[in-house]
């Protein structure tokens, strides 16, 4: 460890000249920039999955997912950028974690949508050189997140969220009796539901496999618990 004194110099200039094993102990240019693209990439990750995906889908456990693989893709690649593997790295970073597979339970494909979204935003923010102004490194950001907005809210307007149940009464199933078959499920479940789709019949046992898009509830047990079941159902 060495140190110079620098009496009239700020606390930064101190810790600057401060080395460890050849290292300094703060490069307040370094840091500083560490601090600004955090920053970016945390309000662009927070809107997007905060207040895009998280009042249509209302699944906490995604909701998590999203945030930390944002956060922790963000300080590989900035903190192992200083090794200029350039655009290899970046590419490289990207694969990897697009081969990633949770062993239990397959991403759905909108939230593995949204998971590519989040680790693009944290690899554009740590990785981008001083070749990038920063007009167009804000510009970026927010064409993602007013694309990913529009899509989602505006295009789209997907409202709710799924659920699979085995459903009984066959008769309920044709066409002609789909008000019968929402009424009748909007009894049994309490729920709101704003479509169903018949995915499979089994006439062996008079039962149909129906899925139901509803609007999902803080109060209702079904608007989180139940949903990674249910999502399993469907793989």
Not at 121 to 131: E, M, R
Not at 167 to 186: C, F, G, S, T, V
């Amino acid at each position: 460890m060495t140190g110079q004194n620098n009496t009239g110099g700020s606390i930064f200039d101190l810790l600057e000249n401060i080395r460890f094993f050849g290292i300094k102990l703060l490069d307040s240019e370094d840091f500083f920039n560490l601090l600004f693209r955090i920053g970016i990439n945390l309000i662009i990750t927070v809107l997007i999955v905060r207040y895009i995906y998280y009042p249509i889908r209302r699944d906490k456990d995604y909701f998590f997912t999203f945030i930390v693989f944002n956060l922790l893709t963000f300080f590989v690649c900035y903190l192992l950028s200083g090794v200029k593997l350039e655009m290899g790295f970046a590419f490289g970073i990207f694969a990897l974690f697009s081969l990633l597979r949770y062993r239990t339970n397959p991403l759905p494909v909108k939230e593995m949508t949204y998971l590519f979204t989040v680790i693009v935003v944290a690899i554009i923010n740590a990785l981008s050189s001083k070749k990038v102004s920063y007009f167009e490194l804000f510009f970026t950001n927010f064409f993602i997140l007013t694309l990913v907005y529009y899509l989602e809210r505006i295009w789209t307007k997907h409202k709710g969220v799924y659920q699979v149940v085995t459903y009984e009464k066959i008769e309920n199933i044709k066409p002609q009796n789909r008000q019968l078959l929402i009424a009748d499920l909007e009894e049994r479940t309490g729920l709101k539901i704003i479509d169903v789709e018949v995915q499979r019949i089994n006439f062996l046992n008079d039962t149909a496999r129906v899925r139901i898009n509803y609007e999902p509830d803080a109060s209702n047990i079904m608007s989180e618990s139940a949903l990674e079941a249910d999502r399993q159902m469907e793989e």
